[in-house]
């Protein structure tokens, strides 16, 4: 089992930036995809960024493509999200979350562990 633990929400302006980090618990972090999410209000949860087991292929949402880097440390197990030039759009609960399955993938239920979510605020 893996234990996920989300830090580095936080309230800024547009154009800011903040680094999301999601630490894992156990010794198998390298044999999970990661990925991150996030729900606004009223929303659906929605794909941010994923990145492969070795950190190696990294995938993104058209969204925040170009804005937002997702970078992983298999040492630290640890995996982040770079996040620049924010705006009002990206207002939400961001969550990590880990994937077991041999494929990586955009969609929520493919990831069998999740954290309990970081909330970042844009204003504008």
């Known amino acids: 089992q893996v234990q996920l633990v989300e830090s580095g929400g936080g309230l800024v302006q547009a154009g800011a930036s903040l680094r999301l980090s999601c630490a894992a618990s156990g010794r198998t972090f390298s044999s999970y995809h990661m990925g991150w999410f996030r729900r606004s209000p009223g929303k659906e949860r929605e794909f941010v960024a994923a990145?492969?087991?070795?950190?190696?292929?990294?995938y993104y949402a058209d969204s925040v493509k170009g804005r937002f880097t997702v970078s992983r440390d298999n040492a630290k197990n640890t995996v982040s999200l770079q996040m620049n030039s924010l705006n009002s759009e990206d207002t939400a609960v961001y969550y990590c979350?880990?994937?077991?399955?041999?494929?990586?993938?955009?969609?929520?239920?493919?990831?069998?562990?999740w954290g309990q979510g970081t909330q970042v605020t844009v204003s504008s």
């Open positions: 979350a880990a994937g077991g399955r041999e494929i990586i993938t955009r969609v929520p239920d493919g990831y069998d562990y």
């Open positions: 990145i492969s087991r070795s950190g190696g292929s990294t």
